[in-house]
């Protein structure tokens, strides 16, 4: 729950503004929305589009960009803005989704980001919401590449996406961990599990070159034996 408390934390500063006081100017830090047929949509974080075959029609681009553009606090936002979109980016709906929107995006994996009605939807791509039953394929990506994440692993077969589900559920628990780091940041990795649905989860896995880890929701130390899928370092 300490993590989850400090999302909401983070939720709040991103939708807020700050004054500085030396030159009375607001500096607006913007949640990730697209806002679109007089619908705001929010964008899912741990979720990424599953195929492009999920794509409906496209239903127009974005008219402005946000962020960096706007610096009046009490801005209202209009149809056509987004976040951190340019002007242009093609904005696609997802067939038998009507609550959700696909926006292009070279760094995302599957090349689309996600967005959910926020009016429609509470937000359910949390691990403890994912239909572990379902799960018939996951991927591994390194993250934070410069041309975007880089796939390293797939895995289909049905016994190992068992046994690197079980590492995950085996975690223990660890809130206050602190990552080693003598050698610099933790390299981080994007897994992808897909079901039968249009929105696959995502989740970050860590390793500081000692330790895996991830977030579930409070910090959790995973077993090495996670590493035996993935490339050798």
């Not at 030159?23 to 607006?28: L, N, P, Q």
């Not at 009507?98 to 995302?108: D, G, L, N």
Request: glycine share 8%; hydrophobic share 35%; with cysteine.
């Amino acid at each position: 729950m300490k993590n989850w408390a400090i999302f909401i934390l983070i939720i709040f500063a991103l939708t807020g503004c700050r004054s500085t006081p030396f030159d009375g100017h607001a500096v607006i830090d913007w949640v990730d929305f697209v806002k679109w047929d007089g619908i705001e949509y929010d964008g899912i974080y741990s979720g990424v589009l599953a195929d492009e075959e999920y794509l409906g029609d496209k239903i127009g681009t974005v008219k402005f960009k946000v962020a960096d553009n706007v610096k009046n606090p009490n801005y209202k936002i209009r149809d056509g803005d987004a976040a951190f979109h340019e002007k242009g980016t093609e904005i696609y709906a997802i067939k038998g989704a009507p609550q959700f929107i696909a926006v292009k995006s070279h760094r995302e994996i599957n090349g689309y980001r996600v967005y959910y009605s926020r009016k429609d939807l509470d937000y359910k791509w949390h691990f403890k919401d994912m239909p572990v039953e379902k799960v018939n394929r996951i991927e591994i990506y390194l993250a934070y590449q410069p041309e975007g994440p880089k796939k390293l692993v797939n895995i289909d077969n049905p016994e190992e996406i068992k046994k690197f589900l079980q590492i995950l559920n085996e975690g223990e628990s660890s809130p206050n961990f602190q990552p080693n780091m003598d050698k610099g940041n933790p390299t981080v990795y994007d897994m992808v599990f897909y079901t039968d649905q249009p929105i696959a989860y995502k989740y970050n896995l860590l390793f500081d070159g000692i330790t895996y880890y991830w977030h579930p929701w409070d910090t959790a130390i995973l077993s090495n034996g996670i590493g035996d899928f993935l490339p050798k370092q």
